[in-house]
């Protein structure tokens, strides 16, 4: 029997989504009752872009507590976060020093991000990818889940494994992506890019009231794509996110509705804020219960941090060997 060891993280820089959720977290529940699992509130990786270290805090409070209402489960999964485990940022430079420039300045993601922030690119921007190598093959994770935006980013750390590997001999693994159905949902209010934490107003916020989401699914795209062609963007997206979160008869129902022409998108709506309603409420509630506990979130970090320093710390010094320092 093969087995695995997961990492993943998750940025503590808004709001959780429901793409986070239904690209991510829900493979990263079920993985857990498989494989050693490590789940990172990646503050390191939110901070290289303008942020509000005011809000920092909480937002890492609220990254645990909702990814442990939506069932992680701190007494199986090692739940930690990054700048708790010094490690990250000393493998990080090490990777960085057999990291090719060029093949960071070439990341989607880095020249997305360096467009949106063209007055303040940052040099920690190049190279989170980097890191994000370092984070996963510290723990020599071999299974990534993660949605689409992220596959680019788990090729670097292939990379980067591979030429550590073969520069100072056999050490790491060659982790590979693990993509969910949900591994690419898009913005309500604009479905030519990806459901974000940056841009609240197109995203279903884990934490958002009923009456916000209905609101947001109301006034989602549907432009009619190019006549007799395909689904435009907006209408796969909503349909997409229906089949995640709506029972079978209820997508059966609309995808007939649009085959034969006769689909209300008013109704498609409907039925899809009801279905993320009822999606996220128990999450919700489960939120509140763990929130109102008090020192949930410092027993769950103190733990984690715990876990995963001593794993890093055995690979780090391995590394380090290996490296001659
Ligand atoms: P964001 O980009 O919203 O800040 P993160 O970078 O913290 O989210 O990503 C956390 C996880 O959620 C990653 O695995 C990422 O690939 C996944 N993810 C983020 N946005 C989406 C989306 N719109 N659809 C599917 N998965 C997503
Ligand atoms: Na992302």
Same mark, same amino acid.
């Given at each position: 029997?093969?087995?695995? +060891?997961? =990492? ?57 507590? @909702?990814?442990?209402?939506? $069932? ?5 999964? @090692?739940? =930690? ?28 993601? =880095? ?57 100072? $001999?056999?050490? =790491? ?48 795209? +549907? ?10 963007? $907006? ?30 998108? @008013? ?9 993320? @309603? ?16 008090? $020192? ?30």
């Amino acid at each position: 029997m093969s087995t695995h +060891t997961v =990492f993943s993280g998750i940025q503590p820089s808004g709001g959780i989504h429901v793409g986070n959720l239904l690209g991510a977290l829900r493979n990263w529940v079920s993985l857990q009752d498989q494989y050693p699992c490590y789940f990172c509130i990646v503050d390191y990786h939110a901070i290289t872009v303008p942020y509000d270290p005011r809000e920092l805090p909480q937002r890492v409070r609220d990254a645990v507590l @909702v990814n442990v209402a939506a $069932g992680l489960d701190p007494n199986r999964s @090692v739940i =930690f976060v990054q700048s708790q485990v010094p490690q990250h940022t000393e493998l990080a430079w090490l990777f960085n020093c057999i990291t090719p420039l060029g093949q960071l300045q070439r990341m989607t993601q =880095f020249k997305d991000k360096a467009r949106q922030h063209a007055e303040a690119v940052n040099a920690g921007l190049l190279n989170y990818p980097v890191l994000q190598a370092a984070d996963i093959l510290l723990y020599k994770a071999d299974l990534v889940p993660v949605g689409e935006d992220q596959v680019q980013h788990i090729e670097l750390t292939r990379d980067i494994a591979r030429r550590f590997n073969s520069l100072f $001999g056999p050490t =790491f693994p060659e982790p590979e992506a693990y993509l969910a159905k949900g591994a690419r949902i898009m913005a309500l209010d604009d479905p030519t890019r990806k459901m974000s934490k940056s841009e609240p107003r197109g995203a279903i916020g884990m934490l958002d009231p009923p009456e916000v989401i209905r609101e947001k699914v109301r006034s989602a795209v +549907t432009d009619p794509g190019p006549a007799g062609a395909e689904m435009s963007p $907006g209408v796969l997206n909503l349909f997409t996110l229906l089949e995640l979160t709506a029972p079978a008869d209820v997508v059966a129902h609309f995808r007939a509705a649009y085959s034969d022409g006769t689909i209300r998108y @008013v109704e498609l709506k409907q039925a899809l804020a009801d279905a993320l @309603v009822e999606l996220v409420t128990p999450i919700q509630e489960r939120y509140r219960e763990l929130s109102a506990r008090p $020192g949930t979130v410092e027993e769950v970090l103190a733990a984690g941090g715990e876990r995963a320093r001593k794993v890093a710390s055995q690979v780090l010094a391995e590394v380090r060997d290996r490296m001659g320092l």
